[in-house]
């Protein structure tokens, strides 16, 4: 069963950005569709960024496209999301979640087994 331990939250300005790194052990980490999902304060969890197996392909929310990118190195068993030009609205804490398998077009939270603990991400205005 997978691990995951996100890692890279922090604070910064409107328009800055954060590259979040999700770390995951115990599996066959090549086996394995990764996604992010955050969730607001006081809103539900909410899917961003998906990428397939090899890398190759990836499907982003409709928010963030044009702004985060999803990518993972199998070597290192990471996933990581870099998000750029970062607005208020794009704070919440970010999760990684892991379903061996799986189709990059899963976009709810209950379609993945494997989550991590979060990490925060905040951009102030």
């Known amino acids: 069963q997978v691990q995951l331990v996100e890692s890279g939250g922090g604070l910064v300005q409107a328009g800055g950005s954060l590259r979040l790194s999700c770390a995951a052990s115990g599996g066959t980490f090549s086996t394995y569709t990764m996604v992010w999902f955050r969730q607001g304060p006081g809103k539900e969890r909410d899917f961003v960024a998906a990428i397939t197996l090899s890398g190759g392909i990836t499907n982003y929310a409709d928010t963030v496209k044009g702004r985060f990118a999803i990518s993972r190195d199998n070597g290192k068993n990471t996933v990581y999301l870099k998000m750029n030009s970062l607005k208020p609205e794009d704070t919440a804490v970010y999760y990684c979640?892991?379903?061996?398998?799986?189709?990059?077009?899963?976009?709810?939270?209950?379609?993945?087994?494997?989550w991590g603990q979060g990490t925060q991400g905040t951009s102030s205005a």
């Open positions: 979640a892991a379903r061996p398998y799986g189709s990059i077009y899963y976009t709810r939270p209950k379609q993945y087994d494997h």
